[in-house]
């Protein structure tokens, strides 16, 4: 995988130091043996006085100053010399680190660029590839940077009009964030990439194309299926809710029926006797105004039980009328607060499980109000929005929501469970000493 990596050209390195030291002994010595040399020859030949004679007729130019004249030249450029070696010497040192930092750098840079998990590839202005790291080609379905480098990154697309779109803007300078690009790798497998395209221009380089892919194939599959499990589990809440609902129902009905029957056939006995025994037998009568009094607080009871379980108002009056009439009850067993009911838009036509989810987050809500709260006003509104949007939400100015407090009731998440079966969302705003706002927005069907 190597050969897709684009080396720096190989720079030349400056000798080690001890060598460079060795050749400047040796050429030390050769200086000297050199000087060695001349002054043998010279006191074997005489040659100053041979010189001194030569030059004495010339004594007027002062040309017998010229050999220690030359003397301290010789020593003055042998300093020279010795300066700009050194000079060379600290250049070249300089150098060498800079080479160093260079390659370390390569190779950090090599590291990054082929470790990357993000497909990476450099190609020519017209989109050849020149260059990708192991990620790009994997996405690819390649099995080796050769296969890639010559091939055109448009041949990858999936929509070949794309590619000739993206080339116009690329020519235009523009660089392209793709949210979803879908590319067709080698033996036809399906890619699909958040990429990232931009026109590249360095100096020394001719223009080409930057490319950055991330895989996000696998992504999109488990988005996919969580997005079918949430609607599953949203069926199945809805399913679980309606049989409740309708287990409620049942319940509610047998309780009148059978339960509230009877009651009602004791009580009538119970009067009967009473009316019997009136004036003759104290203490039979004395029972059976307890057996009335009793029946008919049982069935009080009994009455306030099917209620909550079935609340007959919403199937005899409608929506806005059924939670009026929880309201009426409500303001009864909370004389001290001020509850306010806003209602807004058509409510007639929505559908039971609309009815139903409004009604019981308006009752949990006002329940939840009375326990926890401490609150002095309420409002309760109802809002059709449109025509596929009912909005709900009972607000109050208690103590509100403590952030803190470790939540063990099942009220609130049941109201999210049944909101969000039917597709809406739940929302709780809240500021500790200001209240509590749960609202909710619900997506309004065609009644079935
Ligand atoms: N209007 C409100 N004002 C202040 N706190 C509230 C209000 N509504 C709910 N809370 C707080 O949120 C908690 C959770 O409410 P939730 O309705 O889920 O449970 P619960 O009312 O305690 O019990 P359950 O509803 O199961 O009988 C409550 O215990 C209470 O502390
Ligand atoms: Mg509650």
Known sequence: MNEAWLTIPATIYAPHAPVRQRRALRDLVLVIGASAATFLLSSAFQLREWLTDITRPLERYQIDELPLTFAVLAVSLAWFAWRRWRHAEEELQLRVAAQQALVAHEAQYRTLFMENLAGTALASAQGEILLCNPAFIRMLGLEHASQARGRNFGQFYADKDLWQKHQQALAAGRKLEIGVLELRGASGIEVKAIACVQPHRSPGVSAGLLVFLADISELQIMQRELADALAENRLLSQKYLMVQEDERRNLARELHDELGQCLNAIKLDAVVIRDMVQ????????????????????????????????????????????VEHLLGQWRRGNPGVDCRFVAGGDLSDLDEMLNITVYRLAQECLTNIAKHARA??????????????????????GCGLDAAAKRTGLGLIGLRERVEALSGRLHLATEPGKGLTVSAVLPVTAQH
């Open 279 to 322: 004036g003759r037998q104290p203490e039979i009568e004395v029972s059976a105004k307890a057996i009335v009094e009793l029946s008919g607080h049982v069935y009080e009871v009994v009455r306030g039980i099917m209620q909550r379980l079935r609340p007959a108002a919403l199937d005899a009056l409608g929506l806005r009328d059924a």
């Open 376 to 397: 002095a006003h309420v409002t309760v509104s109802l809002e059709r929005r449109d025509p596929h949007e009912l909005l709900v939400a009972v607000a109050d100015d």
